[in-house]
């Protein structure tokens, strides 16, 4: 069976320093993750996803995010915060086995300070 | 990418009431899918909208409580029936706009509904 698990409630942050969202996932396949952000009163964005090749996968708006296969983790990064970048956090996983089926994490609250 | 958009964006209805959510797309999809979000946590999967077929309900839901239809490849439509407050939530429509496990969705803005 699928899972995500996001072990933070809430991240917080200033302005200017690197963010790290934590991400660990459970799959019986190989896996697709993705991450989304959710702005308030807003639906949810795609922000970035791995499916295979480099580690270390680009998306929107700055955000980075690194698969490690051996801790099954698929952590969010970004170098800089702003405080434009808070906001709700899911990360999510498909596999094969589960077809189109998406499980989302419980969600990560990032709070960036000025 | 696919634009979604839901209507109503919100609505207060009353308890025993049924509200029927609609669910418009700018192209034609691949799958649709109905999701439950309570503010602030995250997604419960609700069902699948298929194309021509019955829709593919999640463990705890059912036709009869929220009936879904799907008529063509741009639009479904959502009934949260005999509302009780348990049913006060965010239903968001998303859509996988092309074949392919690796494809990310994309989210309608929401129906915040509120049952008094």
């Known amino acids: 069976a699928q899972s995500v698990a996001q072990p933070e409630d809430q991240v917080n942050v200033a302005e200017g320093n690197p963010l790290t969202v934590k991400c660990t996932y459970s799959?019986?396949?190989?896996?697709?993750l993705f991450w989304y952000v959710q702005y308030p009163n807003r639906g949810l964005q795609f922000l970035l996803k791995?499916?295979?090749?480099?580690?270390l996968v680009k998306g929107s708006y700055g955000f980075e995010a690194e698969f490690n296969k051996s801790q099954t983790s698929f952590h969010l990064k970004k170098p800089s915060a702003l405080v434009s970048d808070s906001a709700l956090y899911f990360c999510?996983?498909?596999?094969?086995?589960?077809?189109?089926?998406?499980?989302f994490g419980a969600g990560t609250r990032l709070f960036v300070k000025a | 990418s696919a634009v979604i958009s839901q209507k109503p964006s919100r609505d207060i209805c009353q308890r025993g009431t049924s509200l029927t959510i609609q669910c418009q797309v700018d192209?034609?999809?691949?799958?649709m899918f109905w999701y439950r979000q309570q503010p602030g946590q995250s997604l419960t999967l609700i069902a699948t909208?298929?194309?021509?077929?019955?829709?593919?309900?999640e463990s705890g839901f059912v036709i009869d409580k929220f009936p879904i239809s799907r008529p063509n490849l741009t639009f479904s439509t959502l009934t949260v029936s005999n509302m009780s407050p348990e049913d006060s939530s965010i239903y968001l429509c998303?859509?996988?706009?092309?074949?392919?496990?690796?494809?990310?969705?994309?989210f309608g803005p929401g129906t915040r509904l509120t049952v008094l």
């Open positions: 998303s859509v996988i706009d092309s074949p392919g496990l690796a494809k990310e969705q994309f």
């Open positions: 799959v019986s396949g190989n896996p697709y």
């Open positions: 791995y499916i295979t090749g480099d580690n």
């Open positions: 999510a996983v498909r596999d094969e086995t589960g077809g189109f089926k998406t499980i």
């Open positions: 192209s034609q999809v691949t799958m």
């Open positions: 909208a298929n194309q021509g077929s019955e829709a593919t309900y």
